[in-house]
């Protein structure tokens, strides 16, 4: 922020919360697969997993508030929506911000359930198998916020090191994501 020229304090804040939700939000999916690989059993309540995801969450509402101040104005709409030259087409820049707001607000909602659901209190009041049922929104959570963020990498003609660490974050996730999946279905084979 401190680098950021004068007047874009908040959308630099907004890009490093951004940022930051992404690989916490990967880091508490990916410790799921690496117990299952390493156990062969699911984790329960993996308190640095909950860890992770409590400031996630934190990261991920502060970069939700920001945003929305930074990029819901006539301006933001003018530069990257409807005066954009570069591809796609206006109209198809306007669907796709709609859609990633939409997304933002869906990716929230998920936050706020999972950031109730991240105590001990929760899990004693719901019990292992709804608290385990309703924690895994997390999943529709990540996937939003990667619909979410091709989007908004498409419309600010985001630089090819921030495409490629996206991409690399999404793969890890959903290659752990496989390979804890194929893991438990081999042990319960056996």
């Known amino acids: 922020m401190a680098l950021a020229p004068a007047g874009q304090e908040l959308d630099r804040l907004s890009f490093v919360t951004a940022w930051l939700c992404l690989p916490l939000l990967a880091g508490t999916l990916l410790i799921g697969p690496l117990h299952v690989r390493r156990t062969g059993r699911l984790p329960g309540n993996h308190l640095v997993r909950r860890d992770l995801g409590i400031w996630c969450v934190i ?3 502060v970069h939700f508030f920001l945003a929305f101040k930074v990029s819901m104005n006539l301006e933001y709409m003018a530069l990257y929506v409807h005066g954009a030259d570069a591809w796609p087409a206006p109209p198809i820049r306007e669907l796709m911000y709609r859609w990633a707001v939409l997304a ?24 292992n198998r709804w608290w385990k049922r309703l924690q895994r929104a997390s999943y529709p959570a990540f996937a939003l916020t990667a619909v979410h963020t091709i989007a908004f990498q498409i419309l600010e003609a985001r630089t090819l090191w921030l495409v490629a660490a996206f991409v690399a974050i999404t793969a890890a996730v959903l290659i752990a994501q496989y390979a804890g999946r194929a893991r438990l279905r081999n042990s319960r084979d056996t």
């Open 104 to 127: 933002s607000l869906a990716i929230a909602v998920l936050f706020v359930l999972l950031l109730a659901l991240s105590n001990n209190l929760a899990i004693r009041l719901l019990g």
């Open 59 to 61: 990261t991920g509402m």
